[in-house]
């Protein structure tokens, strides 16, 4: 977040933002550059890795690489707004639904009751309406999407889980994939919900403001291990089968 604002976004780049002078930015803070760097290079890496996925999956995983393609493009976006500007809030507050619509698209080509209601054509539409309503009277991302966004994603992670759980049969590889990228959507959306509905209870002293600077620094590595864990899950390609017969 930048300095004295507080960031209302999961993958948030920097605790404090750019350093600035008699209200210009001068330049980028050595903690700045690390969190910068480190996100869009998990990010970049995890849309590499979608993107190469697709060519031999299914539709759920294109959404899942233009999911992590456009997590890159706002980060990207956001930066330079807090670089030039001192507040990236607004820039969220346009990209952040489109993030939703597609994270809920993945969600809805790849779990087959998901699809059959059109789930996430639902809870995708949904989000981007609030913010649409909500965006006129505010100056940054509204809580209120922001919290509909980690609820409707726990909600979609956690009930492809037990679909997963649930089944009869045993998973082919590419549903453990999406199995392990599950758990890493409930770790991210449920670790930011339960954090922001935290900020909630502190005060704007300066010993609380740093309570909650240090809880956003905690989404920021959630975002790590959540792009960093995709990139894993889809870097191994599939195991040979395994040969039961011998000569």
């Known amino acids: 977040m930048s300095s004295g604002r507080r960031r209302q976004r999961p993958a948030a780049l920097t605790s404090n933002g750019p350093p600035t002078r008699n209200g210009r930015t001068t330049g980028f803070s050595m903690s700045y550059q690390m969190r910068t760097y480190s996100t869009l290079i ?35 976006i956001a930066t330079l707004c807090a670089y030039h500007y001192g507040n990236n809030l607004r820039a969220y507050s346009y990209t952040e639904p489109v993030n939703l619509l597609l994270a809920s698209l993945y969600f809805n080509y790849k779990n087959r ?27 940054g991302i509204n809580s209120i999407f922001t919290q509909y966004e980690c609820v409707a994603l726990t909600a979609f992670s ?48 300066a010993t609380d403001r740093q309570i909650v600077h240090r809880l956003y620094a905690l989404v920021y590595y959630l975002a790590l291990i959540f792009y960093t864990g995709i990139a894993i899950t889809l870097i191994f390609p599939r195991p040979a089968p395994k040969n039961l017969y011998h000569a």
């Not at 998973?171 to 959306?189: G, V």
């Open 42 to 76: 998990s990010i970049s890496a995890a849309f590499l890795c979608s993107a190469f996925k697709y060519r031999r999956g299914d539709k759920a995983w294109l959404f899942l690489a233009l999911y992590t393609g456009w997590s890159f493009t706002a980060e990207c």
């Open 158 to 205: 956690l009930y492809h889980c037990y679909s997963v759980c649930a089944g009869r049969r045993r998973p082919a590889y590419p549903e453990k994939q999406a199995f392990i990228i599950s758990l890493l959507f409930l770790l991210f959306f449920s670790g930011s919900f339960f954090i922001r509905a935290s900020v909630a209870f502190f005060s704007d002293s």
């Open 113 to 139: 009751q998901l699809r059959r209601f059109y789930a996430g054509y639902l809870a995708g539409f949904a989000g981007v309406c609030i913010q649409a309503a909500c965006l006129p009277y505010s100056t």
